[in-house]
């Protein structure tokens, strides 16, 4: 079936690096574009970025640029998503999901989320 | 950037309720809308596409409607399992906002 698996949890001292993998399976990766959303403990959902799988283009948040990178891996059909200067309000749980080339259409499938956890 | 609103930020309802949400745009998005449900310590689930286009699967109690700036989720007759929080979200421009959200709970 088709689903996107992330990597596990992690914690990380202020200005530390992280990066989350998305694994995807049971459809063309290169099909699609891969956004990524994250989620501070009882907050709301932000939109960071996405990558188009097809051609390598990004567009990052301006909140974000400079701090993140997102890319792509098509041999193992896996997407990234490396935060760097982390700091405590950068934890949040981080969700990958796909959607369409344009975008126009949402983002029908979902990892499961990976927690970070920023804390001295 | 686009930034959304959503009305109300929770409501409290019953099994069987007729339920709608709106949400707003601060500049016209044509119908490049759309909504989810998320549940406490889940990933959000894509419920309507392109303002009024119902994802696969999804049941056929929600519906969506709207064009330009303002756009409604209604839930014909709220099930035990509605109840979450529902975002709406601009695919119209990157970067793709999202709304506030919508918390809907038991009455």
């Known amino acids: 079936q088709v689903q996107l698996v992330q990597s596990g949890a992690e914690v990380k001292k202020p200005g530390a690096s992280v990066k989350v993998s998305c694994k995807a399976s049971g459809y063309t990766f290169p099909s699609y574009a891969i956004s990524w959303v994250r989620q501070a403990p009882g907050q709301g959902l932000e939109w960071m970025g996405w990558?188009?799988?097809?051609?390598?283009?990004?567009y990052y948040a301006q909140n974000l640029q400079g701090r993140v990178t997102m890319t792509t891996d098509t041999s193992t059909s896996t997407a990234y998503m490396e935060l760097r200067s982390l700091r405590s309000d950068d934890t949040a749980v981080y969700y990958c999901a796909r959607g369409s080339r344009s975008g126009t259409n949402g983002m029908d499938v979902w990892g499961q989320g990976t927690s970070v956890t920023v804390s001295s | 950037d686009i930034q959304m609103t959503q009305s109300p930020s929770s409501l409290s309802a019953s099994v069987g309720d007729r339920v709608t949400i709106t949400c707003r745009a601060s500049?016209?998005?044509?119908?490049?809308l759309n909504w989810y449900q998320q549940k406490p310590g889940k990933a959000p689930k894509l419920l309507i596409y392109?303002?009024?286009s119902l994802q696969s699967g999804v049941p056929s109690r929600f519906s969506g409607s709207g064009s330009g700036t303002d756009f409604t989720l209604t839930i014909s007759s709220l099930q035990p399992e509605d109840f979450a929080t529902y975002y709406c979200?601009?695919?119209?421009?990157?970067?793709?906002?999202f709304g506030p959200g919508t918390k809907v709970d038991i009455k």
């Open positions: 392109a303002a009024s």
């Open positions: 979200q601009q695919s119209y421009n990157t970067p793709f906002t």
């Open positions: 990558i188009s799988i097809y051609n390598g283009n990004t």
């Open positions: 500049q016209s998005i044509s119908n490049y």
